[in-house]
């Protein structure tokens, strides 16, 4: 059942389980503080393909199959993906995902897109629509700077306000559960050896934020064009639920970077809120800022998907985390509107994740 709590803020009162999560990155991510965390490392930035783009959708088809590995699921236990990625028609989406014969349903939500695809899937499958549900999002350093600045060949130098688009995908499959016992393709799930009914990661509620337009046009400063956005739907979901930033463990954004968790702390102190205690950013954790010369941070849609389905999901299952508010962040831009002078609105959505004992 679904309840709609305050202005904008949906509880999952049966709290479907992520039964299963894969990671895999880069190169320059797996020389950074999160490289043991990650499933599966690439060494070779074309993942073996003769293009950015095609191995963009290597690490999506790799991370999808890492997650049903986990779970213990086959292509045809799953009832159907939400994916996205950065490129025009997420084709590393579609392409990456193509030979897996799972219904199919694209997202965009630039580097947010890890917290909406994760929040549909979750949606979904609480509603009764499907029994489970994929979540898949990439993005890739080479591909994503020929699509939104300049082929790498330019030697384009870099502001101090860029961020480094991450090399990486995630990827998380959520399960219907109720009167104590999985649904659908339970059965399965509950006979894998690994799987222990009483320790699952749940989807407890689910945020949807709304468009905040910072009036930022420089395209190289993705994280003060989002902080606005990642500011708005924290406090309206902390609003919603009447809880306080000490009750969650971990605040998680994805990924603002230097520039715009500053100004995050700054929006939020005006409505008397803090936050610095309990967050932290995926494009500050993947990489270390001072030695691997990323400047502001990482960025881009696998920044947060990678870093969610990996270091924050494997420290739940250990128990090291029990309550964590996943804020995706994304710049909804595009290369041709930037050059028009536009603006760089932003959107930011949560995903409360917490563990289950029931």
Same mark, same amino acid.
């Given at each position: ?89 997420? =084709? *590393? !989406? ?12 694209? @997202? %965009? +939500?630039?580097?947010? &897109? ?22 898949? =999002? *990439? !993005? ?12 790498? @060949? %330019? +030697?384009?130098?870099? &502001? ?24 659908? !393709? ?173």
């Amino acid at each position: 059942m679904i309840n709609r709590i305050g202005e904008r803020t949906l509880e999952l009162t049966r709290k479907p389980r992520v039964v299963g999560f894969g990671s895999a990155a880069g190169k320059k991510e797996g020389e950074g503080p999160l490289a043991k965390w990650f499933d599966k490392i690439f060494t070779d930035t074309t993942m073996g393909g003769e293009t950015w783009e095609k191995a963009e959708a290597a690490l999506q088809k790799t991370a999808l199959s890492l997650a049903l590995e986990n779970a213990g699921l086959e292509n045809s236990d799953v009832g159907l993906i939400f994916a996205g990625d950065l490129l025009n028609q997420c =084709t *590393s !989406s579609s392409y990456g995902l193509r030979d897996f014969g799972i219904p199919f349903l694209g @997202q %965009y +939500g630039a580097c947010s &897109t890890m917290a909406q695809t994760l929040a549909m899937a979750s949606i979904l499958v609480e509603s009764g629509a499907a029994d489970t549900a994929a979540a898949v =999002t *990439s !993005s890739h350093f080479c591909s994503a700077e020929r699509q939104f600045r300049y082929p790498l @060949q %330019y +030697g384009g130098q870099r &502001t101090p306000t860029a961020q480094w688009t991450v090399t990486g995908s995630g990827s998380a499959i959520v399960a219907a559960y109720g009167n104590g016992e999985f649904l659908g !393709s339970g059965s399965k799930l509950t006979q894998c050896s690994d799987m222990n009914l009483k320790r699952q990661i749940g989807a407890a509620h689910v945020c949807i934020g709304k468009i905040i337009d910072m009036g930022i046009t420089d395209a190289n400063n993705m994280g003060a064009a989002m902080a606005g956005a990642a500011a708005d739907t924290i406090y309206r979901y902390l609003c919603d639920t009447s809880t306080k930033p000490e009750d969650y463990d971990m605040i998680v954004t994805g990924d603002l970077g230097k520039v715009g968790t500053d100004i995050l702390y700054e929006l939020l102190s005006k409505e008397n809120v803090s936050i610095e205690k309990q967050h932290s950013d995926c494009g500050l954790l993947i990489f270390d800022c001072d030695e691997q010369d990323v400047h502001a941070g990482g960025s881009g849609c696998g920044c947060s998907a990678s870093v969610l389905c990996s270091y924050i999901m494997k420290r739940m299952r250990k128990r090291e985390l029990n309550s964590v508010l996943f804020a995706a962040t994304g710049a909804l831009m595009s290369p041709t509107i930037v050059q028009q002078g536009e603006s760089i609105p932003g959107i930011s959505h949560i995903v409360h994740l917490v563990n289950c004992t029931d």
